[in-house]
């Protein structure tokens, strides 16, 4: 039975499992893929304070996954990197989760996808009620909603495009997910890239003997 090492055993630094068989061929060959639902605010200081990028991607590792999804910008809206352009998540303290993540899959050569969070963004729908989608009749019914919206079509588009432009600037991975809007991912992919990737289908079923 494997169990995540507590902070400062060193347990974390064991070998890889399986490294020298991790799929070469990207994005086909890699179906065992992960994304943990990292939601998380910085309103209480405890609040992803502990976090050990070491253990995470070792008992990820462990699992025999071949590509981990990481929160580089959740709907919370914080930047899970040290940004020079956005919110930073306060309990960090310095740190930077996403790139500590993206160090330790690299080591064990495990494939990344990073996350970032469109138009839904609570931190910008907070400091920027302009930014804000809100019904023509004037209901707020979008308060309602756990993520404030906020619209491409305000200053929130360079904002984004200048958060998007530092993270795929200064790390490296092997693909990257806009969560949620089609239209503004289009719209931002254009802005990024001279040409919007091509989605690349995958042929092979086998995965569906994964159970």
């Known amino acids: 039975m494997w169990l995540p090492a507590q902070p400062g055993t060193g347990a974390a630094e064991d070998k890889p499992v399986a490294a020298e068989s991790r799929p070469l061929k990207w994005p086909a060959d890699a179906r065992r893929r992960l994304l943990v639902d990292t939601h998380v605010p910085d309103w209480d200081p405890q609040l992803l304070a502990r976090f050990n990028a070491a253990d995470y991607v070792a008992t990820i590792d462990a699992s025999g996954f071949q590509c981990v999804m990481q929160y580089a910008k959740s709907h919370v809206g914080l930047c899970l990197w040290q940004s020079k352009v956005g919110p930073v998540h306060a309990n960090m303290k310095g ?117």
């Open 95 to 211: 740190r930077d989760y996403f790139g500590e993540v993206m160090t330790e899959c690299q080591r064990r050569k495990l494939r990344t996808v990073a996350y970032y969070s469109l138009i839904y963004d609570i931190w910008a729908f907070d400091h920027h009620p302009d930014w804000r989608i809100l019904p023509e009749d004037g209901t707020q019914q979008f308060f309602e909603r756990r993520p404030g919206v906020v619209c491409p079509n305000s200053p929130y588009r360079e904002q984004a495009l200048a958060e998007l432009r530092e993270l795929t600037g200064n790390y490296e991975f092997d693909g990257i997910f806009l969560d949620y809007d089609v239209l503004a991912t289009t719209l931002l992919l254009r802005s990024l890239f001279r040409a919007i990737p091509q989605r690349a289908p995958c042929r092979n079923t086998s995965y569906r003997k994964l159970g």
